[in-house]
């Protein structure tokens, strides 16, 4: 199974700024996934992430708010830019391992006050 | 595009009983299925999947679920809960293109609340 650690596990953050999540995994994968989990919801793919190449957004996603970073195949980084209460959330890296097992880390718990 | 509906978004049972959570799913493609336990403060662990092949699928901690695609579902089931299965229970689906299954569709999510 992969590991997966992500920094900061938690934050509190004034709104207008932006913050940068890191994921790092303890093997080498192609593809990394970024999930948004707001309060008392679901969770929904914010984007894919491929070494080398401009992360993919999901529809209601832009780059501008969440640019995304993959320097090489186990660490990826996502910003939440210019916060707002609404971005409060759950922040989940996830990978692709073996025979299809996606894998998630434990998240990183967003307020913005 | 898919769905998925959990039907349930609390399930309070005693420990020892049988429980079912329930999710359906609609798509216009075959899909990969998937039920993940977060439990309080964590983040996800994948509990079983649905691939291909034999429809009754086992998963860790004594779980498993049936893939019905006739009805489309794949609830989950566990013939006798501990408190330790306190949780809350996602189930998502990703379309069978041949890909990566990192596309994940989810539900809103199931509490069970296991009680003494």
């Known amino acids: 199974s992969a590991v997966i650690s992500q920094k900061p596990s938690r934050d509190i953050c004034q709104r207008g700024t932006s913050l940068t999540i890191q994921c790092q995994v303890d093997s080498q994968v192609t593809m990394m996934f970024w999930y948004r989990q707001q309060p008392g919801q679901s969770l929904t793919l914010i984007a894919t992430?491929?070494?080398?190449?401009?992360?993919?957004?999901e529809s209601g996603f832009v780059i501008d708010k969440f640019p995304i970073s993959r320097p090489n195949l186990t660490f990826s980084t996502l910003t939440v830019s210019n916060m707002s209460p609404e971005d409060s959330s759950i922040y989940l890296c996830s990978v692709e391992g073996r025979w299809n097992t996606i894998y998630f880390g434990e998240g990183s718990w967003l307020t913005v006050v | 595009a898919q769905s998925v509906t959990q039907l349930d978004s609390q399930v309070p049972v005693f420990e020892e009983a049988p429980v079912e959570l329930r999710c359906n799913y609609s798509?216009?493609?075959?899909?990969?299925l998937f039920w993940y336990v977060q439990y309080p403060n964590q983040g996800l662990q994948l509990l079983l999947k649905y691939l291909s092949g034999s429809t009754l699928v086992k998963g860790i901690n004594g779980f498993e679920a049936e893939f019905n695609k006739s009805q489309t579902s794949f609830h989950l089931r566990k013939p006798s809960v501990h408190i330790s299965d306190t949780a809350e229970y996602f189930c998502a689906v990703s379309p069978n293109y041949g890909g990566s299954q990192g596309n994940l569709i989810f539900g809103k999510g199931t509490k069970l609340s296991v009680k003494p």
């Open positions: 798509s216009s493609v075959s899909v990969y």
């Open positions: 992430a491929n070494q080398g190449s401009e992360a993919t957004y």
